[in-house]
């Protein structure tokens, strides 16, 4: 099992910035992968970006790369989304999660609620 919590969401404005932390815990020694998903209301989750645990080799939305950063801190078992220049469309529910194969994600988290007020 593995638990992963968010935190670090809020409202802002278009143009600031934000950091999400996710912490996991259990047994994450087994981490393969980690991810950021977010998720507006009547739309599909969508995927942000992920990292792979051992040599942090970084994966992202197209359409978010140059303003979204992903990172880990190992030591911590903690993941990061710094979040740059945000635009209204950020807008959503962010949601960490764990892959221990490298497939699919086997845990989430509960979410954390980014709002940007233009």
């Known amino acids: 099992q593995v638990q992963l919590v968010e935190s670090g969401g809020g409202l802002v404005q278009a143009g600031d910035s934000l950091r999400l932390s996710c912490a996991a815990s259990?047994?994450?020694?087994?981490?393969?992968?980690m991810g950021w998903f977010r998720q507006t209301p009547g739309k599909e989750r969508e995927f942000v970006a992920a990292?792979?645990?051992?040599?942090?080799?970084?994966y992202y939305a197209d359409s978010l790369k140059g303003r979204f950063t992903i990172s880990t801190n190992n030591a911590k078992n903690t993941m990061y989304l710094q979040m740059n220049s945000l635009k209204p469309e950020d807008t959503a529910v962010y949601y960490c999660?764990?892959?221990?194969?490298?497939?699919?994600?086997?845990?989430w988290g509960q979410g954390t609620q980014v709002t940007v007020s233009s």
């Open positions: 259990g047994r994450t020694f087994s981490s393969a992968r």
């Open positions: 990292i792979r645990w051992s040599d942090r080799t970084t």
């Open positions: 999660a764990h892959s221990q194969s490298g497939g699919n994600y086997d845990y």
